[in-house]
């Protein structure tokens, strides 16, 4: 398996510190406000590497963090006169509800910077006793050193990292390229007893400490988008480095593209975000992950509710597929073609996806792989429909997506009634399938006799039901309806 390294900027082969396990760490979210649709791409892109490292083997240790003390979670409780503490456990736990919603899968650990003081002390500790360090008035700042590689992972100069870093003149620095590892504390901010006073923890220095308290001194995978590549992730792997002496900290750095609007990121600061929830509200959380997963992780992707459409019919097309699946006879001949389709298509969804997890590859072949499904007639050899359901299932684990159970319950008894009303004989029939198409063939006669307006009403009293039917070349088609996920709780 491949995967594309930012340390040193090109693909290589996956071999993670000890066979058959991987440590991953993503920088998880700042809890000031609502998680928005930027958030959720990279989020997806993670859920799905973790999903398929599963499929893969590997028994996986994911950790996300919680940022729940910061500047901007400090300013935006002044602005609404609340606690920040309180503030940042209301927007966690809505950071929570969404990466339900979404299906994600959770990590095994989310540590939050307020429950991980005694570690960044520590952590500080050995830098300053390194010499990696410096106090200066009740700040603590990390003494950049060039010469022992600052910069090798953005790829940046000097001058670069100085104007990307746009810090502001701090006279206590002494060099501009430093950065605090310890604030003291200021009037009316929330401040914890450490060995330089009262203060809280720059913003950097809790991925370092949390890193390697969950997953150990060095690890196999780090993400995050690419926006913090430099300088939060750069100032990651000295912090670490220096206080353990142990390099690489991280063998692998994945960073996702940005979600674009009209070519500019979405963020918070510039106003151009649409909340997670308020995107859920009118669409399925499946196709929005379809949406992302249709484009590299790598790659940027513009935000348009068009191409959350898209996502829509092609998911719908997924589940007919499925649904097509399901209904195809067993049958114990063996019938040419679906065995050999399937492991070719299976062959190039797999190294599209060992190729840097290339979905949008991989799932190309999922829709040839579907086209091919729906020329399979109506029997197919039980084991070659197993393989195939297998497959579908795999896909849709990979992917979060096809998780809903068709709605059947009720429909029976719904079914029944409405075969009275139009007096059809339904004994024949042992489950709904068979009263479905009891219901079908009675409509089919309607349709011959002309009688067009009563077809009309059958149809739409079994989408009442949750029976879709569409009249196809080939006659009636039906499949049963999928609630989206979250769709009734709200
Ligand atoms: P934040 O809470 O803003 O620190 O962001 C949490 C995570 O979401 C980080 O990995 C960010 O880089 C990522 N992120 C924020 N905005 C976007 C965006 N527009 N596209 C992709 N990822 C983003
Ligand atoms: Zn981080």
């Not at 209301?90 to 990590?107: I, Q």
């Not at 992972?153 to 206590?172: D, H, I, K, T, W």
């Not at 070719?344 to 599209?352: E, G, I, M, Q, V």
Request: aromatic share 10%; net charge negative.
């Amino acid at each position: 398996m491949q995967v594309y390294n930012t340390l040193g900027k090109k693909k290589e082969e996956f071999t993670p510190l000890k066979e058959g396990e991987v440590g991953m760490y993503v920088c998880g979210p700042t809890v000031y406000d609502l998680s928005h649709l930027g958030h959720a791409r990279t989020y997806i892109a993670f859920d799905m590497i973790v999903r398929y490292l599963r499929v893969r083997g590997y028994k996986v240790c994911y950790v996300v963090n919680i940022t729940d003390i910061d500047d901007k979670i400090i300013a935006r409780a002044r602005e609404l006169g609340e606690a920040p503490q309180a503030l940042a456990k209301r927007f966690e736990a809505e950071f929570f509800a969404d990466m339900d919603t979404l299906g994600m899968l959770r990590a095994d650990h989310y540590p939050k910077v307020s429950g991980h003081m005694p570690e960044i002390i520590k952590i500080i500790e050995r830098l300053l006793e390194k010499g990696c360090a410096y106090r200066a008035g009740g700040d603590v700042y990390f003494s950049v050193d060039l010469a022992v590689g600052y910069g090798r992972l953005s790829g940046q100069s000097a001058e670069e990292m100085l104007a990307g870093a746009r810090v502001e003149v701090n006279p206590l620095k002494r060099n501009q390229l430093d950065f605090a590892l310890w604030k003291g504390a200021k009037g009316g901010e929330p401040s914890w007893e450490s060995p330089w006073g009262p203060g809280r923890p720059g913003w950097h220095v809790e991925c370092s400490a949390m890193g390697v308290k969950y997953l150990g001194e060095q690890f196999d995978i780090h993400g995050g988008a690419l926006d913090l590549i430099f300088p939060h992730h750069e100032n990651e792997i000295q912090q670490s480095e220096g206080a353990t002496g142990k390099g690489p900290f991280v063998r692998y750095w994945l960073h996702t593209g940005f979600l674009l609007v009209k070519g500019e990121k979405m963020s918070k600061s510039l106003g151009n975000f649409i909340t997670i929830k308020d995107v859920l509200k009118g669409h399925d959380p499946e196709a929005l992950r379809l949406f992302f997963l249709s484009v590299h992780y790598r790659s940027p992707i513009d935000f348009e509710y068009q191409n959350l459409q898209n996502a829509e019919k092609n998911l719908e097309r997924l589940y007919n597929a499925l649904n097509f699946v399901d209904r195809i006879e067993k049958s114990t001949d063996e019938i040419k073609g679906i065995k050999d389709i399937l492991e070719s298509h299976k062959n190039k969804f797999y190294s599209a996806m060992d190729d840097d997890f290339n979905t949008s590859k991989a799932l190309s072949h999922v829709y040839e792989l579907t086209g091919e499904i729906f020329k399979i007639g109506p029997k197919a050899k039980a084991d070659d429909l197993l393989s195939l359901r297998d497959f579908l299932g795999e896909v849709g684990y990979i992917f979060g997506i096809l998780q809903r159970e068709p709605q059947i319950k009720g429909l029976e008894e719904a079914l029944r009634a409405l075969a009275i009303s139009l007096g059809i004989e339904l004994a024949a029939a042992t489950d709904y399938r068979g009263a479905i198409e009891a219901v079908i063939a009675a409509r089919e006669t309607l349709r011959r006799g002309k009688e067009y307006a009563a077809a009309d009403r059958i149809r739409q009293e079994l989408m009442g039901m949750g029976v879709i039917l569409e009249d196809s070349k080939d006659g009636p088609v039906w499949r049963l309806k999928r609630a989206p996920r979250g769709a009734s709780s709200s």
